[in-house]
């Protein structure tokens, strides 16, 4: 596994500190932005614009879903 798709309630707190790991641990990012909410617009609009695009590729999550279509199937 090399890429993570990151999501949640916190967007400044918990996904920020959760994609701060996974960035120091090389893992490729996509945030799916409107899966994610923060106390206020303005918190959740400065972790997208200024820590996550720095750190992956932010997505909407239906972007993301028809990205997920493309993928080969992998084999266990």
């Known amino acids: ?9 916190s967007t400044d707190y918990g ?6 790991f996974a960035y120091e641990y090389g ?6 932005e409107d899966a994610m909410a923060s106390q206020t617009e303005e918190q959740h609009n400065a972790a997208v614009n200024f820590i996550f695009k720095k750190m992956g590729r ?9 990205a997920l279509e493309y993928l080969p199937a992998r084999l266990p």
């Open 1 to 9: 596994m090399d890429t993570i798709v990151l999501c949640g309630i």
């Open 15 to 20: 996904v920020e500190s959760t994609a701060r």
């Open 27 to 32: 893992f490729q990012q996509v945030f799916a």
């Open 58 to 66: 932010v997505r909407k999550t239906d972007e993301i879903l028809k």
